[in-house]
């Protein structure tokens, strides 16, 4: 492995942590989303460069966000327009050394409102939270949104460019605007999470920084809309996810699916903070919704002593549920899964076969993965194999690809 290549994965490593911060950093001082997105970029490329002959720095996440805050005061100089603002910021930041780094509180935040503006489209919100918060290359969030990459860029491109038309200011909204822009942030929140719980791509099955970030959100959310019950239901679905990452992977990185998780290995402490958000969400008196059902789902696993004991015909009843509130080939998909556990794989994969039919989430691993396992239970052990291998082609995280190749070649 080369120095420029070691280089490149310190960089994206700490890029996966700090990006969000940095970018929230910038967004704040130069009020443009757009403009603190590419100064951080910059940096970056200003970090693969120096850093081989340098070397890292020891807080490489003060140092990025150094190098694009005085590029961001450069392009202000050049453009001749340094006014009282800026030369107090270039001041502070020439007072600072480059090794001051303070956690920034709420920021974050205020960038995931910024980038879920309702002056975007959903698909552009989605794509740009996913850029600048999660730090996901547009590779990653095509293969997550199932898009081609261009479609990411562009949804990328002119989502900055419709934000600094409109001179949306970086904040959190007004109270009244809370409700028309909180679904637009959960799902973008959860989104993030799902990344982190289950990379879409790479050597890795889990990112961490990502989900612990979302859940970071999330509680917060919760803080400041404490009459939000789809916002408790979030937290404890995520709670409840979280909980069983210890469990999820071996040694070498390799997933351990649920049925082969070691129980005692959950964390008990964060199951029970996912159980006090839900009792919330259900205090509020409002019925459950999306993330509420799905939290009532993870609580039946979360709570069972083993696959055996786990309820699964109140699972197919709250899958039911939400299937009707939030129609979804994935709903229906994960319904058929626990079809099988609670009355075996036949029923299941007729409801696979009625997804398959309707053409369902075409080009993804999902399906065949789901179906391989169906077929291997009824014995049809040819078509198995060959829509596991199907299911491995089309997975682009390298831990996930190793786990069904192998499921193929038991059979």
Same mark, same amino acid.
């Given at each position: 492995? *080369?120095?420029? *290549?070691?280089?490149?994965?310190?960089?994206?490593?700490?890029?996966?942590?700090?990006?969000?911060?940095?970018?929230?950093?910038?967004?704040?001082?130069?009020?443009?989303?757009?403009?603190? +997105?590419?100064?951080?970029?910059?940096?970056?490329?200003?970090?693969?460069?120096?850093?081989?002959?340098?070397?890292?720095?020891?807080?490489?996440?003060?140092?990025?966000?150094?190098?694009?805050?005085?590029?961001?005061?450069?392009?202000?100089r050049r453009r001749e327009r340094l006014d009282e603002r800026y030369r107090a910021i270039a001041h502070d930041l020439d007072q600072a050394g480059e090794?001051?780094?303070?956690?920034?509180?709420?920021?974050?935040?205020?960038?995931?409102?910024?980038?879920?503006?309702?002056?975007?489209?959903?698909?552009?919100?989605?794509?740009?939270?996913?850029?600048?918060?999660?730090?996901?290359?547009?590779?990653?969030?095509?293969?997550?949104?199932?898009?081609?990459?261009?479609?990411?860029?562009?949804?990328?491109?002119r989502a900055k460019k419709t934000l600094s038309t409109a001179k949306v200011p970086f904040e959190a909204p007004e109270p009244a605007e809370w409700p028309?822009?909180?679904?637009?942030?959960?799902?973008?929140?959860?989104?993030?999470?799902?990344?982190?719980?289950?990379?879409?791509?790479?050597?890795?099955?889990?990112?961490?920084?990502?989900?612990? +970030?979302?859940? /970071?959100?999330?509680?917060?959310?919760?803080?400041?809309? $404490?009459?939000? $019950?789809?916002?408790?239901?979030?937290?404890?679905?995520?709670?409840?996810?979280?909980?069983?990452?210890?469990?999820? *992977?071996?040694?070498?990185?390799? $997933?351990?699916?649920?049925?082969?998780?070691?129980?005692? /290995?959950?964390?008990?402490?964060?199951?029970?903070?996912?159980?006090?958000?839900?009792?919330?969400?259900? %205090?509020?008196?409002?019925?459950?919704?999306?993330?509420?059902?799905?939290?009532?789902?993870?609580?039946?696993?979360?709570?069972?002593?083993?696959?055996?004991?786990?309820?699964?015909?109140?699972?197919?009843?709250?899958?039911?549920?939400l299937g009707r509130i939030a129609p979804s080939p994935v709903i229906d998909l994960n319904r058929a899964v626990a079809v099988s556990m609670a009355t075996?794989?036949?029923?299941?994969?007729?409801?696979?076969?009625?997804?398959?039919?309707?053409? %369902?989430? /075409?080009?993804?691993?999902?399906?065949?993965?789901?179906?391989?396992?169906?077929?291997?239970?009824?014995?049809?052990?040819?078509?198995?194999?060959?829509?596991?291998?199907?299911?491995?082609?089309? *997975?682009?995280?390298?831990?996930?690809? %190793?786990?069904?190749?192998?499921?193929?070649?038991?059979?």
């Open positions: 492995m *080369t120095a420029a *290549t070691d280089i490149r994965r310190t960089v994206d490593a700490v890029w996966r942590i700090e990006g969000a911060r940095i970018v929230a950093t910038l967004a704040k001082m130069t009020g443009d989303v757009g403009l603190a +997105e590419d100064l951080a970029q910059e940096a970056v490329l200003d970090a693969l460069k120096q850093w081989p002959e340098s070397g890292v720095p020891q807080n490489a996440g003060a140092w990025l966000t150094a190098i694009a805050k005085r590029k961001a005061i450069d392009g202000w090794d001051e780094w303070q956690p920034i509180d709420d920021d974050v935040l205020r960038l995931v409102f910024t980038a879920c503006h309702p002056v975007l489209s959903r698909e552009a919100q989605v794509a740009l939270t996913l850029r600048v918060v999660a730090g996901l290359t547009t590779e990653e969030i095509a293969r997550l949104l199932l898009v081609p990459v261009a479609t990411v860029q562009q949804r990328i491109v028309a822009r909180l679904s637009a942030v959960l799902g973008v929140v959860y989104l993030l999470f799902t990344e982190g719980y289950a990379a879409t791509s790479g050597d890795r099955w889990i990112r961490t920084e990502l989900a612990s +970030e979302a859940l /970071r959100l999330g509680r917060v959310l919760a803080g400041l809309l $404490p009459r939000e $019950p789809e916002v408790h239901g979030l937290v404890a679905l995520m709670e409840f996810q979280a909980s069983r990452f210890a469990a999820r *992977t071996a040694r070498d990185g390799s $997933p351990i699916l649920l049925a082969d998780q070691d129980r005692s /290995r959950w964390d008990r402490a964060q199951i029970g903070r996912g159980l006090a958000a839900l009792q919330k969400a259900d %205090a509020v008196g409002r019925g459950r919704g999306s993330y509420s059902l799905q939290a009532a789902i993870a609580e039946c696993h979360a709570t069972a002593a083993s696959v055996d004991d786990t309820d699964w015909e109140q699972i197919v009843l709250l899958y039911e549920a075996g794989p036949a029923n299941a994969l007729r409801i696979v076969d009625s997804l398959v039919a309707e053409g %369902a989430l /075409r080009g993804s691993y999902l399906l065949p993965s789901v179906r391989g396992e169906l077929l291997a239970q009824l014995g049809r052990v040819d078509e198995a194999r060959s829509e596991l291998l199907t299911a491995a082609r089309r *997975t682009a995280n390298e831990k996930e690809r %190793a786990v069904l190749e192998a499921k193929a070649r038991s059979l």
